[in-house]
């Protein structure tokens, strides 16, 4: 198993149920090949420059532990949904 971690930047017009339920999403497709960790919600955030015409984000920070080709299945379902506007995954084991 490898140490991951994933940031990734909610829509901010989203109410909060649909906040949560990408937040869940997320770690349901997480918890199909491997284990979480940390869950870090840090909220609304000012953004460094604007996406999708937006200057705010909601920001979630997951830590977890997966096989090797659990971060290119992530990586394909959040590029898919409308609610997560930027994300990245991050290899922690990787020097």
Do not use: C, Q
Request: no cysteine.
């Amino acid at each position: 198993m490898t140490n991951y971690e994933v940031l990734f930047i909610l829509d901010p017009i989203l109410e909060d149920e649909k906040k949560e339920a990408a937040v869940e999403t997320v770690k349901g497709i997480i918890e199909t090949e491997g284990t979480i960790g940390k869950v870090d919600v840090w909220g609304m955030r000012k953004l460094a420059y604007p996406i999708r015409k937006k200057g705010d984000g909601y920001y979630v920070l997951i830590e977890f532990s997966a096989e090797e080709t659990l971060p290119k299945e992530l990586d394909r379902r959040m590029k898919i949904s409308d609610d997560i506007m930027r994300h990245l995954i991050v290899n922690k084991d990787e020097k």
